[in-house]
């Protein structure tokens, strides 16, 4: 097979021709030079074949001289397939390395463009960007403070240009060469599947009827069909326009009740009449993009064996307006279980729901819910697809006629014994939890496991026995054994505390002398520990109710859950740890840092347990047998800073899945007894482990499955 070519890459500035820029094929993606653009600002613009696959990022990082991977490069989508960075590159940079995901040259990149920028180009760009910043950065250059005015400008041109999603909207609108494109694709297709949309009706507005079927009617993938069911709607429109649609064109099919039957058995009569390989639920009164079918398509094409494909979605109002965008993660067990947020667009495998019996009568309000955890219980992730981009407008206005709209309270009790039902086997429980959406009660152990809490110390007695005494005194559970992993502490106060609990039969103090070393102090505590469930405590965590350390047993002996993180506040009550994103700044940030605890963060997920890629190792619950597993902290490159967020990366590529949940919180007075990266032996220490977690999991950093693309990775506020 001859070699692929790779694509051109080129250096561009203002008055100047364009040159070619060295590029090579490397084991981990293409690496571009950068001869003598060290300490300059650029812009670099990665093309993409427009027409090609639209739902991965391409991954943009640097490389030192000497080869060693240097900063990941937080571009952001500009429309018609490309990305961009703007910004000033480091002294020592000697190449860009750009890669898909898996760390390979992507396919369909297309061009890479650095472009030189001039001086008022960069300020024109900055302060049309943020022209507060801006200024600043000018009042420091022309004070004389280079290194100052350079931050400043930098942050003016971090700043996202998308900043609302009316905008967002704008960047990411199809463009006529994605349409043609896409129409060529399909075009190309030998054996295109047949896709069939169930829609039941029961007397919407006409108006809001037209505009769903003409949602159809534009699909760019023409190989669908609409298997309409009116469930004996009232308004004489309503017989009229459909029968007007089918007569019109012949991929609408349409059978009406005699008598209103609801939205399950309406749907499970359309189900009937499907032909498709895969049934795309529709409401009567929503709307699909135009490439929503293609997307699904593509999918099905692309892997054969899905028996689940979901999308991303949106809202839209009386006018038309879209709003409220959902951007979701890849599957989650753990959230489903609370809420459906698969929700729109879901699609389905014909055979699969057929197996498990379509739609059932009696759960109306949460019937897709109901389904949808009756298909996944079992199911092997592999089989299920979320495609990251918006495909479905879910309309609010009034006078929609939506079916769930009549009788909340009646749907979310459906809901909880549609959960029952389905976790009743092994001994879960049902309840109505935060915002009305379901919480899960896990059964716990008999007798309950003994958990071992390793706590790496030194000194700073007034919060250790803050710490101590909500393990000892203020939690409920029965069998816990505390190893304090003393690492030189020479205070009187702390003499006095250790003497305090020496006549405690579950306190033991290990003595660690030398260099602090979290990793390697967590190890020996976990080695010293006699508990299967071991729980990574720091020494300045706070206990607030006695629940906790319950809730977090219940999830980490699960035999497929590799870890467990709590919710962990500041002391004003604000959130320090919603599970770790993968990504954030670079490497990883904390989910929702700084918002208020009674706020319910994105679409409830502060107040909801799910799936992360990562939790703090301040609070963090697993099974001893995985820690030994796995390998422990890595001691050696990541002696202080990652190394909860590497422990657990090596967990999920074990094959364990890991949760957070809002169920267990605590206060954390964060890293009070080892201060801040305030000295240049920190700074490069720190700099040394931000490398390390790079070059190791340079791809992972750079495609969280439970955080989406869309999403900014500035911070992890879930903004796009």
């Not at 967002?168 to 030998?190: M, Y």
């Not at 047993?553 to 467990?564: K, L, S, Y």
């Not at 506040?569 to 490497?587: A, E």
């Amino acid at each position: 097979m001859p070699e692929r070519r790779l694509p051109p890459a080129h250096l561009t500035r203002t008055g100047l021709r364009r040159r070619t820029l060295p590029a090579r094929a490397a084991a981990d993606g293409m690496h571009v030079e950068l001869p003598g653009l060290a300490g300059r600002w650029v812009e670099i613009t990665l093309s993409n074949d427009p027409a090609e696959d639209r739902e991965t990022g391409p991954i943009m990082s640097l490389a030192e001289a000497d080869g060693r991977p240097g900063l990941m490069l937080p571009q952001e989508a500009v429309g018609g397939g490309a990305f961009a960075w703007v910004g000033r590159l480091p002294e020592g940079v000697a190449a860009l390395r750009v890669a898909d995901p898996a760390g390979r040259v992507p396919v369909r990149l297309r061009r890479v463009t650095v472009r030189r920028l001039d001086r008022p180009t960069l300020v024109l760009r900055a302060f049309l960007r943020e022209p507060g910043l801006t200024l600043q950065a000018l009042s420091w250059r022309g004070l004389g403070k280079k290194v100052r005015a350079r931050g400043f400008l930098g942050r003016a041109l971090r700043h996202r240009r998308v900043t609302g999603y009316e905008a967002w909207i704008r960047t990411h609108a199809l463009r006529r060469s994605e349409r043609d494109g896409i129409a060529a694709e399909i075009a190309a297709w030998a054996d295109p599947p047949l896709i069939s949309v169930l829609m039941p009706v029961h007397d919407p507005d006409p108006k809001v009827l037209r505009a769903a079927l003409a949602s159809l009617r534009a699909q760019l993938y023409p190989h669908w069909e609409l298997c309409v069911v009116d469930d004996a709607s009232t308004r004489p429109a309503i017989g009229r326009i459909l029968g007007r649609a089918a007569a019109a064109d012949p991929r609408i099919r349409v059978l009406v009740r005699s008598e209103n039957g609801h939205i399950a058995r309406a749907t499970n009569d359309a189900l009937g009449l499907a032909r498709g390989v895969a049934c795309a639920f529709m409401d009567h009164d929503d709307a699909l993009t135009e490439d929503a079918l293609y997307e699904v398509a593509r999918a099905l094409r692309l892997d054969p064996d899905l028996d689940l494909i979901y999308s991303d979605e949106d809202k839209i109002d009386g006018r038309g307006r879209r709003f409220e965008p959902h951007f979701k993660p890849g599957f989650d067990r753990e959230l489903l279980y609370a809420q459906n947020y698969i929700n729109h667009l879901t699609v389905v495998r014909t055979e699969a729901v057929r197996a498990v019996g379509g739609l059932r009568p009696g759960f109306e309000g949460s019937q897709d819910h109901d389904l949808l955890l009756r298909l996944t219980d079992g199911l092997d992730p592999a089989r299920i697809r979320h495609i990251p981009r918006v495909l479905y407008h879910w309309r609010a206005a009034q006078g929609s006629g939506t079916f769930s709209d009549r009788a909340l309270g009646r749907a979310e009790a459906a809901r909880l014994r549609a959960l029952d039902e389905v976790v009743a086997p092994w001994g879960g429980r049902a309840e109505r939890g935060p915002a009305g959406f379901n919480r899960l009660i896990r059964p716990l152990p008999e007798p309950p496991p003994r958990v071992s809490a390793i706590i790496p110390t030194r000194d700073r007695a007034e919060i250790l026995s803050v710490t101590l005494d909500g393990l000892l005194g203020g939690t409920d559970y029965p069998d816990i054994e505390v190893v304090i992993v003393d690492n030189d502490s020479r205070e009187p106060e702390t003499a006095a505390l250790f003497a305090r609990y020496r006549g405690d039969p579950r306190v033991r103090i290990l003595a660690v002398p030398g260099a602090f070393n979290f990793s390697d102090l967590s190890n020996r505590g976990a080695a010293a520990a006699t508990g299967p469930v071991l729980l990574f405590l720091n020494n300045d965590v706070e206990v607030l109710e006695p629940g906790w350390l319950g809730e977090l047993v219940r999830q980490a002996v699960r035999p497929e859950i590799g870890a467990v993180g709590a919710k962990l506040l500041y002391p004003d009550r604000t959130i320090q740890h919603g599970g770790i994103v993968l990504g954030i700044g670079g490497v990883a940030g904390h989910s929702h840092l700084g918002v208020p605890d009674d706020d319910p963060g994105y679409f409830c997920r502060m107040v909801l347990a799910h799936e992360v890629s990562a939790v703090t190792g301040a609070c963090l619950a697993m099974r001893a047998r995985v820690f030994e597993e796995v390998g422990g902290f890595d001691a050696v490159a990541l002696k202080v800073a990652f190394n909860d967020v590497d422990l657990c990366l090596k967990i999920r590529r074990a094959g364990y899945r890991i949760v957070w949940t809002p169920f267990a919180k605590l206060i954390h007075h964060e890293s009070k007894s080892r201060g801040a990266e305030d000295t240049p032996e920190k700074r490069q220490r720190f700099e040394g482990e931000v490398l390390t977690m790079l070059a190791r999991w340079g791809p992972e950093l750079r495609a969280d499955p439970y955080y989406n693309i869309n999403l900014s990775r500035n911070s992890a506020h879930y903004r796009v």
